[in-house]
RNA sequence: GGUGCAUUCGUCUAGUGGCCUAGGACGCUGGCCUCUCACGCCGGAAACCCGGGUUCGAUUCCCGGACGCACUACCA
C-alpha cells in the first residue's frame, strides 16, 4: 500500500517529559523525514484527574530544543485538529454510537467498588466472555432498565465486546508477527460516562485513523495492547487502513533492571529530562540535559544508538545523517540500559568539534559570573588551549581560572612533587630576568627562558614546573608560555613574587 | 499467577550456519608523547545464559528451561 508517511508523538501532559519519550519522539521524527513524511503532535489528555499544569508546554519547549520539528499538531495547527484529545469529546461520542449500534460494544453499570470487590473475590478475574453474563450491563439488563439508567444520569462506561477464542496477528516491523489469542484480552473500557471522554485506547485508534497516521511507533509497554487495538479497527471497519506497528524498546535503569524512572535521576545523578523541571505541586526540581550544559545535538546522538545501530562504527550522527540511515529494522528488540558516562562521552565529543569562538561565547557567561570581562578574542583563544579536556562548558572554568585570576593557593600534592629545594632561589633569578626582558611574548620569551636554563645548567622539568606552580597555584594545565603570553610581564611577575612569599617549604 | 517480549564483554552494540582466534565504542587499565595535567596515539583485561535437537559444522536455526522486562485500571 502507498500511502503518504504520517507519524505521531502523543504524550500525555501529567509531568516533564521523560527521554525514553524524548527518543520514541526522535524515531518518529526519523522515521518521518527519511520519507518526506508528516509528524504530528497529538496531546493525549483523555485523563483529566492526571493533567499537570505546564506539562503541554514543557514539552513544546523540549522539542524547540532539541531541534525535532512537527508539521502538524498542538501549537502548530493543521488541518486535522483539534490535536488535543480533551478538545475532541464529540468526535469520540459518534464512534462509540457506531460500535453500540453495531453490536461491538455495551454499556456497563458496574461501579469501581463492586469490580474491586469481584477481583477480591475470584483470583484472576478479567471482564470478558466468560464473565459479562454475570455482570450488570446492557448485555444482562432488559433495554428499557439500561435506557431508564441512563436517563437517571446514573454513571456508566462503555466497553468493547471482545469475541473470545480467535487468533489476532500484529504485524510488529521490529519484532516481526506477535499473536495473541483474543480470549486473554479483556473487554476494556473505551469510554466513560462521568467525564464524557474517551480512554486512551478508543482516543487513539480514532485520532489515528482520523489523522490518517501510516505507522504507529510507540515504545514496548503497548505491546501487550496492540491486539486491542487491531480488533478496535476491525470494529470500527478500518482495517484496511489501519497504521503498521512498531514497538520500540524500552530504556532501563543504569543499575539493576526495570524501566527508568524520575527516581533513577535524582538518585544517581543523572538528568532524565530533556529540560530543567518545577514541579507546580511539589515544588521540587528536576535536572534536564540543557541545564547540565549539554548540547542537543549530543543528547539526539547519545539517544539515538540507544536502541538503534547502523551496522557501522560510525557513533557521530547529525541529525540529518540519522535521518538518512535510519530503519526501524535495525532497531534493537531488547531493552538498553542508560549509560551515562557514554553521553558524557557524545558530549565532549561535540564540544572538541564545536568552533572555540562558538564554545566561548557560551563560556563567557560563566566567565561573567565569576567577576571576569574578557574580550571575546582573548577568551576564545584561551578556550582553544583548554576545552578537549573537559565534557562541557561549565568545566572549562575549572582549567583555565589561572588565566584570568591569579592563584591564592597552592596545592600541596604539586608542591611536594615539583617544588625542590632550590626552587625558590631559581625563581628569585628567573624574575630577574624576565624584569629584564623587553620582550615578554611567548614566541620571545620562551627561547630566552629556555637558553637561560641550558646555560645555568639547571634541570628543564624543575624549573619549569616551580614555574608553573607559580603561575598556576598546581602542576596542571596548557604550555606555560601560552599562559604567560596572556598574562603578561607584569602578572608573571606579581605571581611570582606572592608564590615566593606563600610557599613554606 | 496469567499473557507477551527479550537474552553477545560491566554498559551500548556488530554478527543472519563455516570469514569468529567473536569486531567497534563507553568505562577500566599499561605504555608513548611531554615542563605538568589533560587531549591524542599504540596496547591490555573483559562476552556468545543453560540443556537438548537439526546439520559435516552452530553465537547464528528449532524445542525446552532459566533469568530479565512489559502488560494484566473507568492511566497513558
Same mark, same amino acid.
Given at each position: 500500500?502507498d ?7 502523543a504524550?500525555? #501532559?501529567?509531568? #516533564? ?11 518518529? *521524527?526519523?522515521?518521518?523525514?527519511q ?7 497529538r ?11 505546564? @506539562?503541554?508546554? *514543557? ?5 524547540? +530544543? ?9 501549537g502548530?495547527?493543521?488541518?486535522h ?17 457506531q460500535?453500540?449500534?453495531? %453490536? ?40 428499557e432498565e ?9 454513571? *456508566? ?43 486512551y485506547h478508543?482516543?487513539n485508534v480514532?485520532? &489515528? ?21 487491531? !480488533?478496535?479497527?476491525?470494529?470500527? %471497519?478500518?482495517? &484496511?487502513?489501519? #497504521? ?8 532501563l535503569?543504569? &543499575?539493576?533492571?526495570g ?17 530543567? +523541571? ?19 545535538? @549530543?543528547? $539526539? ?6 536502541? =538503534? ?6 557513533? $557521530? ?8 540511515e ?9 531493552? @538498553? /540500559?542508560f ?5 558524557? =562521552? ?6 572538541k ?18 567577576? $571576569? ?32 585570576? @591569579? ?7 604539586? !608542591? /611536594?612533587?615539583r =617544588?625542590?629545594?632550590e626552587? #625558590? ?16 611574548? %611567548? ?12 646555560r645555568? %645548567? ?10 608553573r606552580?607559580? !603561575? ?34
Open positions: 500500500m500511502r503518504k508517511v504520517r507519524v505521531r508523538f504524550p500525555s #501532559p501529567t509531568g #516533564p517529559l521523560h527521554i525514553g519519550g524524548v527518543r520514541t519522539a526522535l524515531y518518529n *521524527y526519523l522515521f518521518a523525514k520519507h518526506d513524511g508528516d509528524l504530528i503532535l496531546i493525549e489528555d483523555t485523563d483529566s484527574n492526571r493533567f499537570v499544569p505546564g @506539562a503541554e508546554e *514543557y514539552i513544546q519547549e523540549s522539542f524547540r +530544543w532539541l531541534g525535532i520539528r512537527f508539521d502538524e499538531g498542538v502548530i495547527g493543521g488541518p485538529g483539534p490535536y488535543r484529545q480533551s478538545e475532541r469529546r464529540d468526535i469520540y461520542k459518534k464512534y462509540v454510537r460500535l453500540l449500534d453495531a %453490536g461491538k460494544a455495551y454499556v456497563a453499570f458496574d461501579t469501581p467498588t463492586e469490580l474491586e470487590a469481584k477481583r477480591q473475590e475470584i483470583p484472576n478475574f478479567q471482564y470478558d466472555a466468560s464473565t459479562r453474563m454475570q455482570m450488570v450491563n446492557s448485555l444482562t439488563l432488559p433495554p439500561v435506557e431508564r439508567r441512563i436517563a437517571a444520569g446514573e454513571k *456508566y462506561v462503555v466497553r468493547i465486546k471482545i469475541e473470545p477464542n480467535e487468533d489476532v496477528h500484529v504485524h510488529d516491523l521490529v519484532r516481526g508477527e506477535v499473536v495473541i489469542n483474543s480470549s486473554i484480552v479483556d473487554d476494556k473500557v473505551l469510554y466513560k460516562s462521568a467525564d464524557e471522554l474517551p480512554t478508543l482516543a480514532v485520532d &489515528d485513523y482520523l489523522m490518517e497516521i501510516s505507522h504507529v511507533i510507540r515504545g514496548e509497554e503497548w505491546l501487550p495492547s496492540a491486539p486491542l487495538h487491531v !480488533l478496535l479497527y476491525r470494529a470500527l %471497519g478500518w482495517e &484496511d487502513v489501519m #497504521p503498521q506497528f512498531a514497538h520500540l524498546p524500552l530504556l535503569k543504569p &543499575d539493576g533492571n524501566k527508568l524512572s524520575k527516581r533513577d535521576g535524582d538518585r544517581l545523578g543523572f538528568p532524565v529530562f530533556p529540560l530543567e +523541571w518545577h514541579d507546580p505541586k511539589t515544588g521540587d526540581v528536576s535536572s534536564g540535559y540543557r541545564e547540565s550544559g549539554y548540547f542537543p545535538e @549530543a543528547v $539526539i546522538n547519545f539517544l539515538a544508538l540507544l536502541g =538503534w545501530h547502523a551496522g557501522s562504527n560510525q557513533e $557521530i550522527y547529525s541529525l540529518d545523517e540519522l535521518v538518512r535510519f530503519s526501524l529494522d535495525r532497531v534493537s528488540k531488547s531493552g @538498553a /540500559k549509560d551515562f558516562e557514554k553521553g558524557k =562521552w557524545f558530549n565532549h565529543q561535540y564540544l568539534a564545536k568552533p572555540d569562538s562558538e564554545v566561548a561565547d557560551l563560556f563567557q557567561s560563566v566567565l561573567v559570573q565569576k567577576g $571576569i570581562i574578557e574580550d571575546s578574542e582573548r577568551v576564545t583563544h584561551v578556550v582553544g588551549l583548554v576545552k578537549d579536556r573537559v565534557n562541557f562548558v561549565p568545566e572549562l572554568w575549572n582549567e583555565c581560572s589561572f588565566f584570568f585570576k @591569579a592563584p591564592t593557593e597552592f596545592d600541596e600534592k604539586s !608542591l /611536594k612533587k =617544588w625542590k629545594a626552587s #625558590p632561589a631559581q625563581m628569585e633569578e628567573l624574575m630577574q630576568l624576565i624584569a629584564s626582558m623587553d620582550d615578554f611574548s %611567548g614566541v620571545h620569551a620562551e627561547p630566552e627562558i629556555m637558553a637561560w636554563i641550558e645555568k %645548567g639547571y634541570g628543564v622539568g624543575i624549573v619549569m614546573n616551580a614555574f606552580i607559580c !603561575l598556576v597555584g598546581a602542576a596542571r594545565g596548557p604550555h606555560i608560555f601560552e599562559i604567560t603570553d596572556f598574562i603578561g610581564k607584569e602578572e608573571t611577575l606579581n605571581r611570582m613574587r606572592y608564590a615566593l612569599e606563600h610557599i613554606s617549604m
